[in-house]
């Protein structure tokens, strides 16, 4: 993992770096980027559970998903008719 690059912003794509290249040829590419190794993720996942249960709190409906550390899932269709 340490090999290559798992995700990269929207500026490092417009600098043409992309997800599963090699960080050397990311450095090659584009020298001044910068490399932040994911290995504490700890700050993310709290992150991303505190933004999980703020949004369910307010999902009329209740159904939340979350996809993953920067992904949710949420109907925002309401309940209009419930069957008898």
């Known amino acids: 993992?340490?090999?290559?690059?798992v995700t990269c912003n929207y500026e490092a794509r417009r600098h043409g770096l992309h997800k599963?290249?090699?960080v050397t040829e990311a450095r090659k590419q584009c020298p001044?980027?910068?490399i932040v190794l994911g290995e504490?993720?700890?700050r993310f996942r709290n992150a991303s559970k505190e933004n999980y249960n703020i949004l369910r709190k307010f999902a009329w409906s209740g159904k939340v998903?979350?996809?993953?550390?920067?992904?949710?899932?949420?109907?925002?269709v309401?309940?209009?008719?419930?069957?008898?």
């Open 20 to 22: 599963l290249q090699r």
């Open 32 to 34: 001044e980027v910068i």
């Open 1 to 5: 993992q340490k090999q290559i690059i």
């Open 65 to 76: 998903e979350r996809l993953g550390f920067d992904e949710v899932r949420a109907s925002t």
């Open 40 to 42: 504490d993720l700890n």
């Open 78 to 84: 309401m309940e209009v008719f419930k069957p008898s």
